[in-house]
């Protein structure tokens, strides 16, 4: 609003596509460049506002003439052309990389075909994207590290919340890690964790992994929080809805891609994801929950000693564990209100009672919609409408799934319904919590094009999840429910839910049972133990599935399924601060993925349409 009502967005679709546009010039700012926080002048007119962008929000001032004042817009300019860098909210840490450190990347030439794309990709960007010297404290000696980055290889398209932005980073010295890994190329993840945070920081998780001698999770090398980079929106707020954003940098010695990219058989998919889930468990033995289990965290690691990483053994790492928490500060936080999590990944069960906090089920359960999940994307099921044998261009690729509207609606229903609830939070997962009750897997695979393992392997997974769910006591969830805002949205399934019947899903075996654990009790006996409670039933079938693979491994991917798929699959929870929120419900739009984007990548145009999904961290909010 420009005149002198005291309200100050226009409530208009004309009002609301205009602060589309200018947060997007701040998170374009922001992204681009290294900066704590920007100043904008907004004008309409003869009339201006300005405008300061931080990772928490906006500040405004009141609208002014500037025709009939020029002096307030010409001060204000004067003034920040006379301030230093840092009170112009540049990042003071980074600094310019002179030419002969810049030659020192160019005559780098690394041996994995991924990791020379990513050192290309910084050198050849560097007319938008510049490349920058970022000095890092060591995470073990008392010393600075310097690392090079240009272009970064992931970000968050949004101007608040944790902002998290990843960069390939070039080491000025070769160093070895405790374990012996090569750090001349390494992963840095830069963002803004809430200040106020009770738990252990990112940092002391990765020590903590690390000194427990855990298995398949990324190596901290160096980083910690920048200075005293903190957020100022938050002061200026009449109520204490946003919280105080910390300035975060971390490297680590592993460079690797998110499994939701592509991959070329269902083999590597499982040995992936069963890698993680032996990470989740040696982690939660030492004491530590993941709580964020999702197709973009769970990630293959590029080796960089060899040419071709696909003819090596699969390595993994269940990455990004800035939402882990220790099991003595679960339940600590005064400003928890609920779980956490990646929405389309997220239980049942913390959906449907979305005040709930995170346990090991939870947990869990999402490892079981990751295969799921990828198994729409990537595998041949019943709403596959890509041909077989006869790879598509992207524009015919573009064109089939952009016209697959039965794939786009069954999506919809079992990841991203949702409806907004009383306190700010949201609910949904009816789809889903029928079809983990029914033991009924949300999609039928095409056996003849599809591996009999991976099958195999979700039917027993759901046969777990039927098992478990028979013995929840769902009663007593009650206490952590909140109603639906709509009433009409309120605990009905929609008319275009497709539960898929219980006799046309493949047959399945008995799920054998562990020893020295009780089995599965039948359904409905609320006394039998939760076989999600503990590692044990998952692992094993997990383990049955690697056991069966293979020497020779079956072609069984498709071309992604979800590029270009139509706009519907994006709705995620929006929260107080807008949609698509991938943290919190305050932190609006902060999905990221730390993998290289191929040409065949959701997000590779500005034409796709994937499902982004959301974060929902209420405690962080």
Known sequence: MFDDSNDLLHDSDRGREDQVQFAQYATQLMLRQHRIFVFIVYIYRNLARLARWDRVGCIVTKSFNFKDNPEMLLNFVYRVIQMSGAEQGYDTTAILATAEEVAKLEAFKP??????????????????????KVLCPDARKPQLNSYFIGKHCAATYSPTGRATKGYVAFAEETGLTRHGEITRLSFMKDYWRPAHDNGRTELEICKMLEDARVQNVPTVIAGGDVAAQRTATQRYLA??????????????????????????????????????LRAHKEAWDAGILY??????????????????????????????????????????????????????????????????PNDLADDLESFIHVVTYLGFRFHYHNYTKIPFGKPLSLPELALQNGTNERLTEHLHNHYYQKWECKGGVYSGGEHKKSSNSSGTPPLIFDSRRVSPTLITLVNELYRLLEVHYSAIDFPALDKYASSAIDDEADSKLPETVQIIPRELSQPRKRLPALPLRPKPAPAQDLSAPKVLNNHGYILQVFEDAVNGIGGTCLLDATQDQFYCLPQRTCQAPSGLAGSGSSRTSLDSGDRYSKKPRTSSDPGSTPNSQVPEGGRIDVEHG
């Open 111 to 132: 041996m994995n075909k991924l990791a020379r794309k990513h050192t290309e990709e910084i050198l050849d960007n560097r007319t938008y994207y510049p490349i920058y």
């Open 239 to 276: 109520r204490r809805l946003l919280l105080e954003r910390q300035h975060v940098r971390l490297v680590f010695a592993q460079v690797a891609r998110a499994l939701d990219d592509e991959y070329s058989n269902s083999s590597v998919m499982i040995q992936v994801v069963y890698s993680a």
């Open 291 to 356: 709580r964020d289990i999702s197709a973009n965290n769970i990630m293959r690691v590029i080796d960089q000693d060899v040419e071709d990483d696909s003819l090596v053994p699969v390595k993994a790492i269940l990455n990004d564990w800035d939402l882990a928490r220790h099991k003595d500060d679960l339940g600590n936080d005064a400003t928890q209100a609920g779980c956490v999590g990646t929405w389309e990944f997220m239980s049942a069960i913390s959906l449907q009672y979305p005040l709930k």
